[in-house]
């Protein structure tokens, strides 16, 4: 395989390397692949792996124009080659290389899929083909990368790559976008940024704060007034009102002695108190949030 210019210095020494590495026969790949599996020979497995890390390098070559580097494709690869030997069998009388050019092929794909864009691009078999081979199709059509697809071209291509249109419409807009940085400006000489117009989903630190002071001031009054109920209606209030899960009336009427109607006469009769309490404390307890209209 000829370097081009698509690979970088570091990308080159791993490339040389792994096409000096020497080929193995039938049989000593075979019990390589057998070592490595029963006896976990580590040795075992380095030297199968190195022997066919130029399958790696085909790959990487193969699905270096997604703009990923060069060394991470190689790398997953690499992880492709170890899955092929953990998963081969011999028996099967097929040759590493053959086996593995699959597990090596997804496993770069896979990498590509994940990385080529933050929007995620689907990982169906019906999206992955039309991430490969959308834009040769187009360009055996003869319409140009980056222009858009009629609806007859759509068509053609969903009959032949054997997929449902939206499944083209959608892939053909994922890969028409482009990534933008948050940090880009939004017009030429412009100090504001693109992040600058995101709409925050979390409260500000100045709310967070509000928030908190209210709460904080709430339960101070709320439990100031509660001084004004008997034991009881204080009781009821607790368990019915201000639990996270309440009691039931019933329940309430049980642990009391008293049935519930009369419990829930009792809870009126405390809201009501509070209600009073608090209008003297506050004015409107309502407009204040503390208590239901």
């Keep these: 395989m000829a370097i081009g210019n698509w690979a970088t210095g570091d990308d080159?020494?791993?490339?040389?390397h792994a096409m000096k590495a020497p080929m193995l026969e039938r049989d000593e790949e075979t019990e390589l692949a057998i070592a490595w599996q029963t006896e976990r020979d580590e040795h075992a497995?380095?030297?199968?792996?190195?022997?066919?890390?130029?399958?790696?390098?085909?790959?990487a070559s193969r699905y270096r124009h997604y703009g990923l580097p060069v060394s991470d494709l190689i790398q997953e690869g690499t992880v492709?080659?170890?899955?092929?030997a953990y998963r081969f069998e011999s028996s099967r009388e097929v040759r590493f290389s053959t086996y593995a050019s699959w597990w090596v092929r997804a496993a770069v794909q896979d990498y590509v899929l994940r990385n080529w864009s933050i929007v995620r691009t689907g990982t169906t078999s019906a999206h992955k083909a039309l991430f490969f081979n959308l834009k040769r199709l187009k360009a055996k059509m003869g319409v140009d990368a980056d222009r858009p697809l009629s609806f007859q071209a759509r068509?053609?291509?969903?009959?032949?790559?054997?997929?449902?249109?939206?499944?083209?419409e959608a892939m053909e807009g994922r890969l028409s976008g482009v990534d933008r940085s948050l940090n880009a400006p939004v017009a030429d000489e412009s100090a504001q940024e693109w992040q600058d117009l995101l709409v925050a989903e979390t409260p500000q630190p100045d709310q967070v704060y509000m928030a908190t002071h209210d709460r904080s001031k709430k339960s101070?009054?709320?439990?100031?007034?509660?001084?004004?109920?008997?034991?009881?209606?204080?009781?009821?209030i607790r368990e019915r009102q201000l639990k996270e899960n309440s009691v039931t009336l019933a329940v309430l009427g049980s642990q009391l002695g008293i049935s519930k109607e009369r419990v829930r006469q009792l809870e009126a009769q405390a809201l009501g108190k509070l209600r009073d309490s608090l209008v003297r404390r506050i004015g409107d307890p309502v407009a204040a949030g503390l208590t239901n209209a």
Excluded: P
């Excluded at 080159?12 to 040389?16: A, G, K, L, Q």
């Excluded at 492709?80 to 092929?84: F, H, K, P």
């Excluded at 068509?155 to 083209?168: F, K, P, T, Y």
């Design 12 to 16: 080159r020494r791993v490339i040389r």
């Design 45 to 59: 497995l380095k030297k199968l792996t190195e022997a066919h890390l130029r399958l790696a390098v085909a790959a």
């Design 80 to 84: 492709g080659l170890m899955e092929a």
């Design 155 to 168: 068509n053609q291509i969903a009959d032949e790559m054997g997929v449902r249109l939206r499944d083209v």
């Design 220 to 236: 101070v009054l709320l439990e100031d007034a509660m001084g004004d109920l008997t034991e009881r209606e204080s009781f009821i």
